[in-house]
């Protein structure tokens, strides 16, 4: 979730309020390092899920959380 002028939103809601997509969760969860994942259908216009694309990308390869 992140913060946004004192208010909590979810990442669904973020990658809306970036991209303008409409977002809707299909599945969430999983096991071998995927746990706390979440699989999200978008539709929007070409450079709307273009844009979309390259936000997810790039948080992709992101390091696993460790304890």
Not at 21 to 26: A, F, G, I, P, Q
Not at 40 to 59: F, M
């Amino acid at each position: 979730m992140f913060p946004v002028n004192g208010k909590v939103i979810t990442e669904i809601e973020a990658i809306n309020i970036l991209t303008g997509v409409n977002s809707e969760l299909v599945a969430a969860g999983g096991v071998c390092g995927a746990e706390g994942s979440i699989w999200l259908a978008i539709s929007g216009n070409e450079e709307e899920i273009s844009n979309t694309e390259s936000i997810i990308n790039s948080l992709s390869n992101e390091p696993l959380f460790e304890l």
